[in-house]
Nanobody
Framework: QVQLVESGGGLVQPGGSLRLTCTFSGGNFMNYAIGWFRQAPGKERVFVGAVARRADTSLLEDSVKERFTISRDNDKNTVYLQLNSLKPEDTALYHC???????????????????WGQGTQVTVSS
């Protein structure tokens, strides 16, 4: 059974940085695109970014693309989301998901994903 575990969240000041890690197990990592979503209190879950099965194909949502980066390490079965220049509005529970799909596909909506982690909390506050 595929399992995803997120780590790296925490409490940071505005302008600070965090690196989130999504660790995959229980299947062939190379068969899955990996996405990041976030959900703030009282809000619906929204897309942040994703990396395809091919590590050189990725996408970030427009509101974060100047500040965040996403990368995939197929040797470690992990995906990283680097969060820079954090703002209070970035506060949310960040989830990673896995989607068994084509090698170049970038799933952008939650219903396309087959598996989810439990999330890691990011809080940005002064």
């Amino acid at each position: 059974q595929v399992q995803l575990v997120e780590s790296g969240g925490g409490l940071v000041q505005p302008g600070g940085s965090l690196r989130l890690t999504c660790t995959f197990s229980g299947g062939n990592f190379m068969n899955y695109a990996i996405g990041w979503f976030r959900q703030a209190p009282g809000k619906e879950r929204v897309f942040v970014g994703a990396v395809a099965r091919r590590a050189d194909t990725s996408l970030l949502e427009d509101s974060v693309k100047e500040r965040f980066t996403i990368s995939r390490d197929n040797d470690k079965n992990t995906v990283y989301l680097q969060l820079n220049s954090l703002k209070p509005e970035d506060t949310a529970l960040y989830h990673c998901g896995a989607d068994r799909t084509g090698p170049w596909n970038i799933p952008r909506v939650g219903y396309e994903y087959d598996y989810w982690g439990q999330g890691t909390q990011v809080t940005v506050s002064s």
